[in-house]
Nanobody, 130 residues
Framework: QVRLAESGGGSVQAGGSLTLSCRAS????????MAWFRQRPGKEREGVAL????????YYSGPAKARYTISLDNAKNVLYLQMNRTSPEDTAMYYC???????????????????????WGQGTQVTVSS
């Protein structure tokens, strides 16, 4: 059974940077997409960054644009999320996930709290202090 394991979370001061990693237990090239989601305190889970496996295209939510970068190291089966210019509003549990349906379902699920994503990691906590 494929597993995803996030790491790299921690505490950072506002304005700082952090890189999250998501290691897959096996090659994920058969998936349609991989993405990062987060759940802030008292809020619903939301998508932050999406990567389509067929062509490497990426998509970011509004708060993530120009600050976050999603990337994949195929050789290591590791998905990354580079977070720059962090703010206290970025404090959340961050999850990586994989979708196995279609690219359209990847996008749809990304905007629906991950409803179409079938594989999830356990999450890694990010805390940004002001």
């Amino acid at each position: 059974q494929v597993r995803l394991a996030e790491s790299g979370g921690g505490s950072v001061q506002a304005g700082g940077s952090l890189t999250l990693s998501c290691r897959a237990s096996e090659d994920m090239s058969s998936s349609a997409c991989m993405a990062w989601f987060r759940q802030r305190p008292g809020k619903e889970r939301e998508g932050v960054a999406l990567l389509y496996m067929n062509n490497g295209a990426t998509y970011y939510s509004g708060p993530a644009k120009a600050r976050y970068t999603i990337s994949l190291d195929n050789a290591k089966n590791v998905l990354y999320l580079q977070m720059n210019r962090t703010s206290p509003e970025d404090t959340a549990m961050y999850y990586c996930a994989a979708g196995f349906y279609t690219p359209h379902d990847c996008y749809r699920g990304f905007n629906l709290a991950g409803q179409t994503y079938g594989l999830w990691g356990q999450g890694t906590q990010v805390t940004v202090s002001s």
